[in-house]
């Protein structure tokens, strides 16, 4: 069977996300927040396993112009729903509208739920009230300027939820983030890695599974597993595939520090739950005390932004320290996020490209600087 599918991104990662799909030999379209691409059966399995950089892939069973309530119902119940859904299908909807004729959320909620009831019904022969006591399928309809995109989430949780992260600290970087980051510098394992600012170690994860090919999804469950128009031995097969993609042996210099020890434990035990502890070297370090560091070897971090009262001072002595490490080891190449807007003049260098990403709803530069090759 073949699908339209829709991944959300976060405004600046587009090309990341749609650059990780083409990887696994798909075509894309990219709008603005959205990729978009077509697959089958497999394609959700193996997008579901293997994606380090979206959060969910949804499955669009219909995309539509709509003004009125009985339009919705009616164009809602004629799409081909009961070729994804089961007759026991359980199906919570959300919705979302946007400079909209329909602008009443939980009406339009509530008729696609009841559209979706009627076709169902009639498609499988049943009176009554349907049972939904079988696999989940997650529904969204959002209507923006009259265009409405019914979608199913084949993922259940969020993709970012790995699996692994037993702790965390107050503010932790996504998963999916740290990902699109490592991407964006080209991260693959051949050049050491510090992460002087690794908190609950996120990027260092990230960067070990990347650098080994391990599946971001290996070690977790998704929606779609249980759904009817999936073969189950095709789950076990790709499952197997990845295992067996996975590079073990590839030596990798990752090395993972935080000034604070308690955030330095939940990062270990992270990386025990993934089996990645000893890839990473974890370690109790004050960034001002970094004095080496390899040929090479790339900084990839997510420092403090100094925000909070009475933290300017510090997190600047931080980035100037940065500014000194490039200064000492020319060929040192680092990639680092932050919302202060005076980064560049407190390192003392123009950095080589910028992009503005955000972190949750913070809006940040990430800043590129090229070592010498």
Known sequence: MNFKFIVNTPMGLEKVVSEEIKSLGLSTELENGRVYFNGDEKTIVETNLKLRTVDRIRIILGDFEVKTFDELFEKVKALPLSDVLGPN?????????????????????????????????????????????GPRYKIDINILKDRAIL????????????????????????????????????????????????????????????ARNIAPGSNRSFDSESWDIIPEDLWTQLRTECEEQADYDKEVKIYATDIDSDMIKIAKKNA??????????????????????????????????????????????????????????????????????????????????????????????????????
Do not use: C
């Open 89 to 133: 299908a359980m199906f919570p909807v959300t919705g979302r509208s946007h400079k909209s004729t329909l602008y009443s959320v939980p009406d339009v909620q509530r008729i696609t739920k009841k559209a979706i009831v009627e076709h169902l019904k009639d498609a499988f022969k049943m009176t009554g009230k349907l049972p939904e006591d």
């Open 151 to 210: 979608t199913v989430d084949t993922s259940g949780d969020a993709l970012h939820k790995r699996g692994y992260r037993v702790g965390q600290g107050e503010a932790p970087i996504k998963e999916t983030l740290a990902a699109s980051m490592l991407k964006l510098a080209n991260y693959d394992g051949t050049n050491t890695l510090y992460d002087p600012f690794t908190g609950s170690g996120t990027i260092a994860l990230e960067a070990a599974m990347m």
């Open 272 to 373: 025990e739950e993934v089996g990645l502890d000893d890839d990473i070297h974890f370690g109790v370090l004050d960034i001002h005390d970094l004095d080496h560091v390899d040929e090479h070897a790339q900084i990839i971090t997510n420092p403090p932004y100094g925000e909070r009262i009475g933290e300017a001072k510090a997190v600047e002595q931080m980035y100037a320290k940065i500014g000194e490490l490039m200064t000492n080891f020319p060929s040192l190449n680092v990639y680092l996020m932050t919302s202060n807007k005076e980064f560049e003049q407190i390192v003392g260098k123009k950095a080589t490209k910028r992009r503005k990403l955000f972190n949750g709803y913070i809006e940040t530069t990430f800043y590129q600087y090229w070592g010498v090759k």
